[in-house]
């Protein structure tokens, strides 16, 4: 069963669309599943002002994509970094166990986004400090064969 707080992100999902001029942009998928997301993220002085997400998925990626987003508004990068898969759960009252890697997906996209800022400004050495210099492409996944029951 999903909690309120996921149903309610589910139904009214908060930040979707695209940013045009991103700063930064995320693109993460589940092959097994089918979920996929792209994240867009605005930052000034390193702090991300502005995000938006397009997710093709179940309730659950949209809902943690959504979460996501919202959590990661208005804090700074290194703060939008400690965002996990577990952070997004949490404040969606929890998933179930089936359905969390769908918030792996949301937290990924995130650093991805985030990552592809840095990289976009050619600050590598930050790159290495937040350990996003070695995420794998993006055609790589950790899925552990998850299938993605609707």
């Known amino acids: 069963m ?15 669309g695209v940013i045009e001029d991103a700063d930064g942009v995320g693109t993460v998928g589940n092959p097994v599943c089918g979920d996929l997301m792209t994240m867009y993220i605005k930052v000034e002085d390193d702090r991300i002002v502005d995000i938006k997400f397009q997710t093709f998925g179940c309730g ?29 759960a949490e404040a969606l009252g929890g998933l179930p166990p089936q359905k969390m890697h769908c918030s792996n997906l ?6 991805r986004a985030i990552a592809d800022y840095l990289k976009k400004n050619g600050r590598v050495e930050d790159l290495k ?20 029951p609707m």
């Open 2 to 16: 999903y909690s309120e707080k996921v149903l309610e992100h589910f139904r009214n999902p908060r930040n979707v």
């Open 60 to 88: 659950a990626a949209i809902a943690t994509s959504s979460m996501a987003t919202e959590l990661a508004k208005g804090k700074t990068l290194e703060e939008a970094l400690q965002i996990t898969k577990q952070t997004v």
């Open 106 to 111: 949301a937290a990924d996209a995130l650093k």
């Open 129 to 148: 400090r937040l350990g996003l210099d070695n995420l794998p492409d993006e055609d790589e996944h950790d899925d552990h064969g998850e299938l993605c």
